[in-house]
């Protein structure tokens, strides 16, 4: 689970930022919203409020580009995106640093880089103890070198963790955890395991979604008591769809219904896991079309697509032939039915295209759904009504706000002392938190 995330010279944001997911000794209201670890209660959720380009779409792309970089390198966009509100900040490091827990145990890695070159300056990763000391795992340093915690290695671990350190020399566009999960055998018993263990977690358990994201993993989909369910849970939403239906469509219908590049990737992506697995079985969102596929070798793709049924009606729809908020909503969908354990999913807009009514009610399903698993949710909206204390504690909300040097800053609802029947929504409108629009006066001539 996250507990903590720390950015600087990202983006918008210039000095040092923190969201925390510790919870508030002080506040006592939704206890199942919290899931304690060892001696430490982490928050389930964390909601984001700001104005526009304030920061909260960059608060979501550090978790997009931090998982991008451990899974890829450093792209190559990054040249451009440390904080450009100052000249300086060409050349100053970024930091970036997560802190979370997988399987009880609690991490801090992080990593520093120059932007403007790609290059990696520093990165390290240590083990959190409950009484606040840390054991350092590894550290690397500027020329690539490696500082590991050897205590209880064998020879064999040590001399093989040598040979990687030196291949390492001179990456400095790559992370060495990555480096470390780039076909290296470590068994579960080995003291190198935790490079496996906490690369898999953030590369696999971070899940974030965007508004312009376009492919997303609906396994559910495939099976009929999940259809039914699927059924049951968009009547629930009053989206005017009785019944989802699949139907097969052939290679040529497929690709005359997605872009040509999206095309390319995809039978790349297929190509790649045929040579691995012999199989693929994916489902994708592109745009207004929605598929499953499955392939194996030599074999035609078998392409389905998903019709939908509106009460009496005699002809059935197709996916783009539903209204934006409908869409949305499968896209969320996947949040509800997922049965996967200590997930972090951050969400960019989460209201977009949704009636606040239908944003409570995703809202209330999704905890309801995930009450006694350590799942998360954090999500950026402009959505004042769902600012309730009926829906989320006060330390679960917090603020992004443009300062006079036009950096982002973060804060919580925490930091404001209020009454726990004060309507939140109405003090927010009203600029009692800040971070909403400041309009300049104009005059038409």
Known sequence: MLIKAAIKNFKS?????????ISSSKIRSHKDHKVKI????????????GANAAGKSNLVGFFDFFSWTLRNGMPIDASNLFCRNKEENKFKETEF???????DKFYAYGYKAILSERKITSEWLFELKQDGSAKKLFERYEDCSIELEEKGMTDFEKNRFKVYEEDFVGNESQLFLSEMNRNKKIEDDSKLFFFKEVFEWLTNNIIVLTPNRSLT????????QSMQEINKLLASF??????ISIKRINIEEFSEKIPKEIYKEFKEDVENHLKKKGKVRMSMRINDNFFNIIAKDNEEPEISTICLKHGRSFYDFDFEDESDGTRRIFGLIDMILSNR?????????????LHPKLTAHFLKLFMEKHSDRKVQLLFSTHEDTIMDIDLFRRDEIWFVE???????????LDNFKERYDKKLSKAYLDGRYGAIPVFTSFQFR
């Open 402 to 412: 443009r300062n006079g040097f036009n950096s982002s800053e973060l804060y919580s």
């Open 38 to 49: 060892k001696q430490t209660s982490i928050l389930k959720n964390g909601v984001i409020y």
């Open 97 to 103: 640093e997560l802190s979370f827990t997988v399987n």
């Open 341 to 353: 354990d200590d997930i972090l999913y951050v969400v960019d807009e989460l209201e977009r295209s």
């Open 217 to 224: 993993n609906f396994e559910y989909y495939y099976d009929d």
């Open 13 to 21: 944001f210039d000095d040092l930022v923190e969201i925390n997911m």
């Open 238 to 243: 009053d989206t005017g769809i009785s019944e």
